[in-house]
C-alpha cells in the first residue's frame, strides 16, 4: 500500500508559478513510478509528468520547457515545478504511483498508477 498526499495548489494569474509537492508514505521502497496527472471533473485524466525508479522522467509535450519533476529520495517526496501558467492549465492536479514489477513497454505517461492521491486544485486566471 502506498498513500499519497498532495499540496501546493492554489490560484495565480498568467504566467505565474506554483510549486506541488507530493508526499508519500508506506510501501515506497516498491514505487516504480511516480507521476503527476491532472483532470476536469467529467473528464479523463491525463498525464502531465512521470518519473520512474531509474528517474528517467517523460514530460507531456504542453509540460516540457514549463513543469519540472523531480523526486526527494531522502524523504518520500514528489514536486512539480509550474512555470509560465496557463488558462488552460486549470485542473485538479493528482500525484500518482505505481509499484507493479511488470515492466511496462508503451508510453510512461499511459502507465496504469494504482495509487491516488486526493488533489489539489490548480486555477490560472487570465
Known amino acids: 500500500q502506498v498513500r499519497l498526499v498532495e499540496s501546493g495548489g492554489g490560484s495565480v494569474q498568467t504566467g505565474g508559478t506554483l510549486r506541488l509537492s507530493c508526499e508519500a508514505s508506506g510501501d515506497t521502497y516498491r514505487i516504480q513510478s511516480l507521476g503527476w496527472f491532472r483532470q476536469v471533473p467529467g473528464m479523463g485524466r491525463e498525464g502531465v509528468a512521470v518519473i520512474d525508479r531509474d528517474g528517467v522522467i517523460t514530460y507531456a509535450p504542453f509540460a516540457k520547457g514549463r513543469f519540472t519533476i523531480s523526486r526527494d529520495n531522502a524523504k518520500p517526496f514528489l514536486h512539480l515545478q509550474m512555470n509560465s501558467l496557463k488558462p488552460e492549465d486549470t485542473f485538479m492536479y493528482y500525484c500518482?504511483?505505481?509499484?507493479?514489477?511488470?515492466?511496462?513497454?508503451?508510453?510512461?505517461?499511459?502507465?496504469?498508477?494504482?495509487?491516488w492521491g486526493q488533489g489539489t486544485q490548480v486555477t490560472v486566471s487570465s
Open positions: 500518482a504511483a505505481d509499484i507493479s514489477p511488470v515492466k511496462w513497454d508503451g508510453d510512461p505517461l499511459q502507465r496504469p498508477h494504482a495509487y
